[in-house]
Each structure stands twice: as structure tokens, then as C-alpha cells.
């Protein structure tokens, strides 16, 4: 039954693969291609990362130096102008406090505070300075109006407390009395995180006290560094979504189709998968589409074959019954003897050719679950043909046609790799279709040898031979030439193409000849089977 949607034939040419930037990675060709896609936005924002991380690292090296710079001077000049007493000396605060407020860059962004031997202190710009702490205060509610949903992501990083700002600071004062210059990030009593640089103010050996320079413009950087960061965020969030996209278009979308077309197929709307866009793709998605096309092309080859072999078969019974029904109705009005045995002769010549036809179209519809059930051996050519010829020669009978068989020369046997019982009935349905078409007394002849890398069988008989136009038809399924005296029935057609078929699943051919006398006479015909020779 032809279908009204077109069967993609599988036998595009594959032509190879080209080669890919990322074939080393481990996987298949899509998941490297995942794997790849995934990693890339990751790999953004590490670069991203790294490079703000430097950034942000050369910003805070630089403040630190500006205010250690700024420091040194101080503390230089406050030991060479504020110190007095000998020999025991010490820091006069009020004209040290003078000098840190006179040589302060910006009491804005800065703060300083001078600390004496004892770690008091004894000096704060913040006590002079002009500074008022601002902060905006959200919107007036009315009352009973809940208050609006708000999120700061500084809330995941709760800030330190006054009393672990106090702690720092007293370690990095003690250090600094200890006669270390000290510079690291901490965190400001606002809780902030400030750049700070503690210098000691040393006369001689003495330390006289600590000069502690803060920058409260670290959250500036950061946020500066932030503002950096957003273009990588924005880059892996595009990438990420363009390859969710790309991955959708070219994994999600194709199995779609490929799930809608299988239920296409499914639901009888079609005989086979035809997706020829996916299957010139190179990849998986492209391999598994051209196997499901394969599968489904086999499929309806198999569907197809199946409705005509069943036409067939309704086609070849009919004919017997008909001739029964026929005969059986003409039973009763025939009083003559010698005209009711001819019938009753009839009557059993159909029986026998329905006997012979139910038993053939068994065997071939067994074929196929045999030949995929049984698993591959090696077998002896020539002890199977020996085994099925000597068969032949223990059941036959005065007048039959014998059947001989002609062993190979050579201390090797000849060997395949197949299927025994399939094999057997190979030489049984050649050997008993070479005996229909020999006339009495004649002989059929079963010759073996070794060509190259096949192993050659043949069966010849002594009849006519073959017409050169039918020497392929006579392969078709219910194709009968009944010889001349041969008794009707008794071939359904079947033999030679379960044959073929046996030898095609086994990788070898099966061919029809006619024998050729010296003379240029033909003298019978001959079956050439060809198979692989198995190796040792």
C-alpha cells in the first residue's frame, strides 16, 4: 500500500565530519558543546573577577601609600617640633594636635588621631571637624500603610560591631607602639571598612607615640569596583541566555520533531520518519535522526512486503480452492468410474499444492525470528552438504533422480560463519528444485570450492535449463515454470526465494545459470551460491 507521505530513502551520503576547535574535550559532540556554552559565562565572570580584584587591589596599594607618605611627614615633624624634655622626652599634645590639623590633606575623606606612649589618645580631627553624619530616611507612611518591600544586598554582609572596630584598632595602635608601621584595611567605628596607616612617632630609640591616618573612602572604591563589574555580569548573563537559546534550537526544538514525527508514524499519518534538514546535520541529533529514518524506512519496507506477500498467498490458496470447490461440486452429477477418479486425482493434487503451500509460507514467515534468534557459528561446508546429500541418498527410491555430491580438493575444509538449519534448507530447497526439473533417471550434482575469500557452492541439474529471461524471476515469490510431465502442485514458488533470502542474511548471494556443454548446448541448470569464507 503505497503511503500518501514521502519515504526518505536512509542512503544519504555521509560525506566526513569536520573537524571541531573542542574535540578533545571527553563526551559526545553536543555535550561538549554544553560543557563548552556553561563554562563560558563562568569564565567571564572569573576574568572579570580577577581583573577587578587587581583593580581594586592597586587602588587600596595606592591609598596606602598616599597616606603613608602623608604620615611619615607628620610624624617626622611632630618628633622634630613637638617633642621636648631630656633625657627623657616627650610629646607635647596640644601643638602636635595643632600640627595634624594644619597639615591634614582633607578631614573630609580623612581622619586622623595621635596617640601617645600609653596608647590614649590624645589628638582626633573629628573633634574640630566640621562634619554632620547625613542619611536620607525613606518616604512618610500613613497610618496602618505597611511598609514597602525593600532589599539591600549589604545585608548579607552584616557590619561589624563598634566593639570589634575598637578591637582592631587597639591590636594595630599596639603594633604601631611596638615600632611596626602598620597598614591594612579594618573596619571604621561606623562600621565602614577604612584604609588605615599607623605610623610611630619615634625620637631615637624612643616611641613617643602613634600617628593613625584613616581613608573612609574605601566604600567609594569598592562601589567604583562594582560599577566595573556590572559590564562582565551583563556579558555572562547574554552569553548564558544565548547559549540557553542556542541549546534549545538545537537540542530541545529538533527532539521535538523528532517526537512529533514518531508519533506520526505511530498514529499511521506516516510510513516513515523524513527529517532531511536534521539528517545532514554532523552530530548526534543528526545520527540518531538518520537511524530513525532507517528504521522506519526498513519498517515500511517490511510493512510493504508483508501486504504483497499476504496478496500473494491469498492469491495462491484461492486457486486450489477454487479447483476443490469446483471438483467437489462436480463429484455428485459424475456417474461415470473412470470420471469420478479423475476427480478424486484432482481433488488430491489440490490438497497436496495447499499441503505444500501452507507448509512453504510457514517457513518463510519463521525466517526472519530464526534467523535473528539463532547466533553465528562456524560451519563446515562441506560435512552440511555431505549430511544433507546423504539424506537424499538413504530415502531414495528405483527411478528417483540421484543426487551426488563432488567434495573440494584440499586438506582445509571449506568453513562459513551462519546458521546451520537456515543453511541446510538452502541446499534442501535447491536440491529439491534441481530433482522437480530433471527428467527420470537423471542426476543433480552438488559441487563445493574455494574462491579468494568466498566459498562457492553449486546444484545442477540434467533438465532443460533455464530461460535467459527468467533467470531472475524465477526468485520471485510464487514464481512457477512447471516442466513438461511435472505433476501440478508440486512446487509453490517459494523454495528459490526463501533461498535468496537466506543467503542475502548471511551476507552471500545466490545467482541462477545455465549449464554450458562443450558443444554450445545447455544442459540443465545451475545455482550458484557465494558466501564469505569465515576466518580462522
Known amino acids: 500500500m503505497a503511503s500518501a507521505t514521502d519515504t526518505a530513502r536512509p542512503d544519504r551520503a555521509q560525506g566526513p565530519r ?3 576547535w573542542f574535540r578533545w574535550l571527553p563526551g559526545s559532540r553536543l555535550g561538549r558543546l554544553i560543557i563548552v556554552l556553561n563554562v563560558l559565562g563562568l569564565a567571564i565572570l572569573i576574568a572579570g573577577a580577577l581583573v577587578l ?45 595643632r600640627i595634624v590639623l594644619q597639615m591634614l590633606a582633607n578631614p573630609k575623606t580623612q581622619r586622623a588621631r595621635l596617640f601617645d606612649a600609653n596608647g590614649r589618645v590624645v ?32 545585608r548579607l554582609w552584616p557590619k561589624p560591631s563598634p566593639a570589634e572596630a575598637r578591637r582592631q584598632l587597639d591590636a594595630e595602635v599596639r603594633q604601631a607602639l611596638a615600632g611596626q608601621h602598620v597598614a591594612d584595611l579594618r573596619a571604621g567605628d561606623d562600621g565602614r571598612r577604612v584604609v588605615s596607616v599607623s605610623i610611630p612617632i619615634e625620637h631615637v630609640q624612643d616611641v613617643l607615640g602613634v600617628l593613625t591616618l584613616e581613608a573612609n573612602d574605601v566604600d567609594q572604591i569598592i562601589a567604583r569596583e562594582r560599577a566595573a563589574l556590572i559590564p562582565f555580569i551583563l556579558i555572562a548573563i547574554a552569553v548564558t ?178 546458521r546451520e538449519g537456515p543453511l541446510s534448507q538452502v541446499f534442501r530447497n535447491l536440491i529439491d528444485n534441481a530433482r522437480s526439473f530433471s527428467p527420470p533417471g537423471g542426476e543433480v550434482v552438488v559441487g563445493l570450492a574455494k574462491a579468494r575469500s568466498t566459498v562457492v557452492a553449486t546444484v545442477a541439474d540434467s533438465g532443460p535449463g533455464i530461460p535467459p529471461e527468467n533467470l531472475e524471476t524465477v526468485f520471485e515469490r510464487f514464481y512457477t515454470s512447471r516442466p513438461k510431465g511435472a505433476a501440478f502442485g508440486g512446487n509453490s514458488g517459494l523454495g528459490l526465494s526463501i533461498a535468496r ?15 554450458q556443454w562443450p558443444d554450445g548446448t545447455v544442459g540443465g541448470a545451475m545455482f550458484v551460491l557465494t558466501l564469505p569464507e569465515a576466518q580462522a
Open 53 to 97: 580584584n587587581e583593580l581594586r587591589r592597586g587602588l587600596v596599594n595606592a591609598r596606602i601609600d598616599s597616606l603613608t607618605t602623608q604620615g611619615e611627614l607628620m610624624a617626622t615633624i611632630i618628633d622634630q617640633a613637638a617633642t621636648e624634655g631630656e633625657p627623657e622626652p616627650s610629646m607635647d599634645p596640644t601643638f602636635a594636635n
Open 501 to 515: 533470502q537466506i543467503a542475502e542474511a548471511h551476507g552471500g548471494t545466490l545467482r541462477a545459470a545455465n549449464r
Open 241 to 418: 541566555l544565548s547559549s540557553s537559546f542556542l541549546l534549545n534550537r538545537l537540542i530541545a526544538q529538533p527532539v521535538r520533531r523528532l517526537s512529533r514525527a514518531a508519533d506520526s508514524v505511530r498514529l499511521s499519518r506516516a510510513r516513515a520518519i523524513s527529517l532531511p534538514d536534521l539528517a545532514r546535520r554532523d552530530d548526534e541529533l543528526g545520527d540518531l535522526t538518520r537511524s530513525l529514518e532507517a528504521m522506519t524506512y526498513a519498517l515500511s519496507e517490511r510493512m510493504d512486503a508483508i501486504e504483497r506477500f499476504a496478496a500473494d498467498v491469498a492469491h495462491e490458496i484461492r486457486n486450489p480452492l477454487t479447483s476443490l470447490r469446483s471438483a467437489v461440486e462436480t463429484l455428485d452429477l459424475v456417474k461415470d468410474p473412470a470420471a469420478r477418479e479423475r476427480l478424486f486425482g484432482i481433488l488430491k493434487n489440490d490438497v497436496q499444492r495447499l499441503d505444500r503451500l501452507v507448509t512453504d509460507i510457514s517457513n518463510a514467515s519463521r525466517l526472519d525470528a530464526e534467523l535473528s534468534r539463532d547466533q553465528p557459528k562456524r560451519i563446515d561446508m562441506e560435512r552440511l552438504i555431505f549430511d544433507v546429500v546423504a539424506l537424499y541418498q538413504a530415502t531414495a527410491r528405483p527411478g528417483d533422480v540421484a543426487v551426488k555430491f563432488q567434495p573440494p580438493g584440499g586438506l582445509e575444509p571449506p568453513a562459513v560463519l551462519g
Open 18 to 20: 569536520k573537524p571541531s
Open 123 to 154: 589628638a582626633d580631627s573629628q573633634w574640630v571637624a566640621d562634619r554632620v553624619e547625613r542619611r536620607v530616611l525613606p518616604p512618610a507612611r500613613r497610618r496602618g500603610e505597611p511598609a514597602p518591600f525593600s532589599f539591600d544586598v549589604r
